[in-house]
């Protein structure tokens, strides 16, 4: 079946740092999403991405997905400290429809 | 107003009762999901319901029962509880199938002692 492999595990940095949490899918996707789950609460839906090669920006959140749909990431410049918690990724493969894979899930902590 | 709503908030009890966690969603919603999250973030689907009808059934064990009264509402009931069903329940749902960002619940802190 789909898998979605999500790294690092964890990812300590120091307030002011970058961060970036790598996605890769073993099928091709036909979309994938970006979810924030502070600690303590539920996910939160950040943003979708559809085309090949898009990019999307959140203000400091940059959003990539990968020429073959398999792949994306997502890089937090300059991090601060209410930029905490668990980042994941979850893809849909073409062929299943509805169907959403998470991620592990990267945990972010930011050293004031 | 909240979109999707759980209950209980926390849930302890002792192993082999049952128990039932509740959802329910005001955003005219088709699809709604259980998920299971482990004491290592890691997000495990469970079911998946659209407009009351089941169409993802993971491999759960039959203890788990999900029932969808309407397509707002998606319930959640375990019989005999075991130590190893000690998670975070969250539900969720999203506007069709095959698009659109999942919303989700607050979640439910399950306590199996």
């Known amino acids: 079946g789909q898998q979605v492999m999500q790294i690092p595990q964890y990812q300590h940095v120091q307030e002011g740092e970058d961060f970036t949490t790598y996605c890769n899918s073993s099928t091709t996707l036909s979309n994938i999403q970006w979810y924030k789950q502070r600690p303590g609460g539920h996910p939160v839906f950040l943003i979708q991405?559809?085309?090949?090669?898009e990019v999307k920006k959140q203000k400091r959140l940059t959003f990539q997905f990968g020429e073959a749909k398999k792949n994306s990431s997502l890089h937090i410049t300059a991090t601060q400290t209410t930029d905490v918690g668990t980042y994941f990724c979850a893809g849909r493969q073409e062929t299943s429809g509805s169907r959403l894979t998470f991620g592990e899930g990267t945990q972010l902590t930011v050293n004031p | 107003d909240t979109a999707v709503s759980q209950t209980p908030k926390y849930l302890v009890t002792q192993m082999g009762n049952d128990k039932s966690i509740k959802c329910e969603q005001n955003?005219?919603?088709?699809?709604m999901y259980w998920y299971k999250q482990d004491s290592k973030k890691f997000l495990k689907i469970m079911f998946s319901?659209?407009?009351?009808?089941?169409?993802i059934n993971e491999t759960v064990p039959n203890r788990f029962s999900p029932k969808s009264p309407d397509k707002a509402h998606l319930n959640l009931h375990i019989n005999s509880l075991e130590l190893g069903d000690s998670a975070v329940y969250f539900c969720?749902?999203?506007?069709?199938?095959?698009?659109?960002?999942?919303?989700f619940g607050s979640g439910t802190r399950l306590t199996v002692v």
């Open positions: 955003l005219g919603h088709d699809t």
């Open positions: 319901y659209n407009n009351k009808e089941l169409i």
């Open positions: 991405l559809v085309k090949s090669g």
């Open positions: 969720a749902s999203s506007p069709i199938q095959a698009a659109g960002g999942y919303t």
